[in-house]
């Protein structure tokens, strides 16, 4: 009887195995995998290729295409632009976006619902349409091609995002705990600071790396409000650049893309740790 079980369990299990919507699933994932695969393996193949083209090809090896980018300071100084811009960015947005989620979080009132419907209304609006009044606002304050300025405006943009991000976070952290260090007399920026910050950690981490990410990346602000080429960061620079020589040049095009992301992989791979595991703020109010 026994036997005669697990041979049906085994027959239904093969059954299982081969279904069509199983072979679907699979042939869907792997059409999937083989979208993102492709465009990677052409940029591997393409930045190490002396004649590089748009297809796929079997590279004739160089190291030129990387050498390009570093002869004449092509790269180096526009990436450190972009460095200087996706830190600044990044440390305003996450700073300010994090004191507003802890009173939004904390803090209800009448205009509370509201404004967060501002908010998220505001992560969603296009930055483009805001460039032309921006541009006049910038001429209008004597501040256009300057970099704290346009620092301002890129974290202005992304703080939208980061006071939404955080705020769920920061609900998720047991509200015992403030009003605890409240009795023992502490103030709200101590309770952010001491509590609410080091227990938001990860989501803390996420909205810095999605600030980032979105400054790192970003063309349109800097094409627009800086002009000077000492100024620009690496993306506006390298359009310029492949501009100037009259035809795409897809080896260095590719050798740029491998050296651009590469501060994007370190950045991931050092906020890691925060950005795995779940999250276990139940545990700080035992006892």
């Given at each position: 009887m026994l036997a005669a079980n697990d041979?049906?369990?085994?027959?239904?299990?093969?059954?299982?195995?081969?279904?069509?919507?199983?072979?679907?699933?699979?042939?869907?994932?792997?059409?999937?995998?083989?979208?993102?695969?492709?465009?990677?393996?052409?940029?591997?193949?393409?930045?190490?290729?002396?004649?590089?083209?748009?297809?796929?090809?079997?590279?004739?090896?160089?190291?030129?295409?990387?050498?390009?980018?570093?002869?004449?300071?092509?790269?180096?100084?526009?990436?450190?632009?972009?460095?200087?811009?996706?830190?600044?960015?990044?440390?305003?947005?996450?700073?300010?976006?994090?004191?507003?989620?802890?009173?939004?979080?904390?803090?209800?009132?009448?205009?509370?619902?509201?404004?967060?419907?501002?908010?998220?209304?505001?992560?969603?609006?296009?930055?483009?349409?805001?460039?032309?009044?921006?541009?006049?606002?910038?001429?209008?304050?004597?501040?256009?091609?300057?970099?704290?300025?346009?620092?301002?405006?890129?974290?202005?943009?992304?703080?939208?995002?980061?006071?939404?991000?955080?705020?769920?976070?920061?609900?998720?952290?047991?509200?015992?705990?403030?009003?605890?260090?409240?009795?023992?007399?502490?103030?709200?920026?101590?309770?952010?600071?001491?509590?609410?910050?080091?227990?938001?950690?990860?989501?803390?981490?996420?909205?810095?790396?999605?600030?980032?990410?979105?400054?790192?990346?970003?063309?349109?602000?800097?094409?627009?409000?800086?002009?000077?080429?000492?100024?620009?960061?690496?993306?506006?620079?390298?359009?310029?650049?492949?501009?100037?020589?009259?035809?795409?040049?897809?080896?260095?095009?590719?050798?740029?893309?491998?050296?651009?992301?590469?501060?994007?992989?370190?950045?991931?791979?050092?906020?890691?740790?925060?950005?795995?595991?779940?999250?276990?703020?139940g545990s700080g109010v035992k006892g």
């Amino acid at each position: 009887m026994l036997a005669a079980n697990d041979s049906a369990a085994t027959a239904r299990a093969a059954r299982k195995r081969v279904s069509p919507g199983g072979a679907i699933q699979h042939i869907a994932l792997a059409a999937i995998t083989l979208i993102f695969l492709v465009p990677m393996l052409w940029v591997l193949s393409a930045s190490i290729d002396a004649r590089a083209s748009f297809a796929i090809q079997w590279p004739h090896l160089t190291a030129g295409n990387f050498q390009g980018l570093f002869t004449g300071n092509v790269l180096l100084h526009p990436l450190w632009n972009s460095l200087v811009l996706s830190v600044g960015t990044t440390a305003l947005a996450t700073v300010a976006g994090s004191a507003a989620a802890y009173v939004l979080s904390r803090h209800r009132s009448w205009y509370t619902r509201g404004y967060l419907f501002i908010i998220l209304f505001a992560t969603g609006l296009p930055v483009q349409l805001l460039m032309i009044p921006a541009y006049t606002l910038f001429i209008q304050l004597n501040v256009l091609d300057s970099v704290p300025a346009t620092i301002l405006f890129l974290s202005a943009t992304s703080l939208p995002f980061a006071i939404w991000l955080l705020k769920n976070f920061i609900d998720n952290i047991p509200l015992e705990l403030d009003e605890a260090a409240q009795v023992d007399g502490a103030g709200a920026m101590t309770r952010l600071r001491v509590i609410i910050l080091p227990l938001a950690a990860p989501g803390i981490a996420v909205a810095a790396m999605f600030t980032f990410l979105n400054a790192w990346g970003q063309f349109v602000i800097p094409y627009i409000l800086l002009q000077s080429p000492d100024k620009l960061p690496a993306a506006v620079s390298i359009y310029q650049y492949m501009a100037a020589q009259g035809r795409v040049q897809y080896g260095p095009l590719a050798a740029f893309t491998l050296v651009f992301s590469l501060p994007v992989l370190l950045l991931y791979a050092g906020l890691s740790r925060f950005l795995t595991g779940a999250f276990n703020f139940g545990s700080g109010v035992k006892g």
